[in-house]
C-alpha cells in the first residue's frame, strides 16, 4: 500500500510532537516533585496544613443584611 507522502510527513511530526510534549511534561512533573519535596523537608506540618486546609475564595457571598442580624442577635445583650 502506498503512503501519500504528506501523510507520512504529518505522522511523523505528529510523533514527534506528541513525544517532545511528554518529555516536556515529565521534567515539569520532576521540577515540581523535587519543589514540594524541599518544602517537606523544610517544614513537614506547614506543607501539610497547605494541603488539608481549603482554599478561600475571599469574597464574602452572605448579603450584608444578613451578616449585620446575625452580629446584631449575636452580639445584642436586648434580644
Do not use: G
Not at 505528529?14 to 518544602?39: D, F, V
Not at 452572605?62 to 434580644?79: A, D, M, Q, R
Amino acid at each position: 500500500m502506498l503512503v501519500h507522502p504528506r501523510t507520512q510527513l504529518r505522522d511523523t511530526a505528529r510523533t514527534q510532537l506528541t513525544s517532545l510534549l511528554k518529555a516536556e511534561n515529565s521534567r515539569i512533573k520532576t521540577r515540581e516533585r523535587a519543589k514540594k519535596r524541599t518544602a517537606f523537608t523544610a517544614n513537614p506540618y506547614k506543607f501539610a496544613r497547605s494541603l488539608l486546609d481549603k482554599k478561600r475564595s475571599r469574597k464574602l457571598e452572605t448579603p450584608l443584611k444578613e451578616v449585620k442580624n446575625y452580629l446584631h442577635v449575636t452580639h445584642s445583650i436586648y434580644v
